[in-house]
């Protein structure tokens, strides 16, 4: 499974996030769990608010996502969400989330409103390439191998996902 959703909030609501982000104290190096190299990354919601003011912004986000078309994929029901922040000098590991737990999906989108096709940073979800736009969110199944693609911009990419429910198809 892998949708791509475009146009789901303004520019403005990205930056405010990121500035909001980029403000937090909160940044830490545990992921990626039992993988080297770590990147900065900011937990948001961990079945509770962890981040207050960024968890009711990362909400309003995704009721955008959902009102978007995402309401064909998942319920606005987030069990965990988090901003991951990396650049030219960190090079992703592919890797599978939620490897036992088919109940759960991932919405990953950028919070960079300036990020260009020449910065690199596509999403390579197993054999298919998508590249990351701002203002577009990308739905997939994380028991599917992926990674960001190298950044080649000395931009920090801060990458917003949700860990959401799966929508259960009606018979």
Request: proline share 6%; with cysteine; aromatic share 8%.
């Amino acid at each position: 499974m892998l949708q791509v959703l475009n146009n789901c909030c303004s520019k403005t609501y990205l930056d405010m996030m990121k500035h909001t982000a980029m403000s937090s104290s909160s940044w830490n190096l545990k992921y990626p769990i039992n993988l080297e190299p770590k990147h900065l990354k900011l937990d948001i919601i961990e079945n509770d608010p962890l981040e207050p003011i960024l968890a009711g912004m990362a909400m309003g986000l995704l009721i955008q996502i959902y009102d978007n078309g995402g309401k064909e994929f998942f319920l606005p029901e987030v069990s965990y969400c988090s901003i991951s922040m990396k650049d030219k000098h960190r090079t992703d590991n592919r890797h599978i989330d939620h490897e036992h737990d088919t109940d759960y999906i991932k919405i990953l989108g950028l919070l960079n409103s300036d990020w260009g096709p020449n910065d690199g940073g596509l999403f390579l979800h197993g054999d298919e390439v998508i590249p990351m736009v701002p203002t577009h969110f990308v739905i997939f199944d994380p028991r599917v191998s992926h990674c960001a693609s190298e950044i080649t911009t000395n931009k920090k990419r801060l990458g917003l996902d949700f860990t959401v429910r799966k929508k259960t198809p009606t018979p």
